[in-house]
């Protein structure tokens, strides 16, 4: 079992999506051992997202991420960080495979309904940005 990190980004949120999501989460195996619901302040998100920072879509990125409510989790499955990139879809929702929650939810690029670690290390890296060990039920 391994472990990675996810966000239902504000545009899912907003629009009532969380049990939708979470229902795709689930219906693949992957078990939500930990989630709360925040709002995300700028630190956090700069903090979070601070590999894109000279990225064009910084502030944008930012911006959108503490414009509303997030929900923050913990992923457990076997090979969780490939298993929930799968299931998410491409990052641009324009090339994401049918079925996956971006193709299913996601807005646009900027608003794609959820983030999921690139790796296992980055995954441990932003579990613990949010998450004690305590805080995670597996
Ligand atoms: P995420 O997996 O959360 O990681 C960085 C985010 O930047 C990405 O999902 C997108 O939502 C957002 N983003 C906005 N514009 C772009 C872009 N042009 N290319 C890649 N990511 C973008």
Do not use: C
């Not at 989460?25 to 590999?51: H, K, N, P, S």
């Amino acid at each position: 079992m391994s472990r990675t990190f996810s966000i239902i980004k504000p545009d899912a949120t907003r629009r009532n999506l969380t049990g939708k999501i979470n229902a795709v989460i689930e219906g693949a195996g992957l078990r939500i051992v930990a989630q709360r619901r925040i709002r995300m302040t700028r630190e956090q998100a700069e903090a979070f997202y601070g590999v894109h920072k000279e990225r064009p879509f910084f502030g944008e990125l930012v911006a959108q991420m503490t414009s509303e409510p997030v929900v923050v989790q913990v992923l457990e499955a076997d090979n969780a960080v490939p298993a929930y990139r799968e299931i998410m879809g491409a990052t641009n929702p324009e090339n994401a495979a049918e079925g996956t929650i971006r193709k299913l939810f996601a807005l646009n690029v900027g608003e794609n309904s959820v983030h999921g670690s690139d790796s296992d290390e980055n995954a441990a890296i932003e579990i613990a940005q949010f998450f004690s060990d305590d805080q995670i039920v597996g």
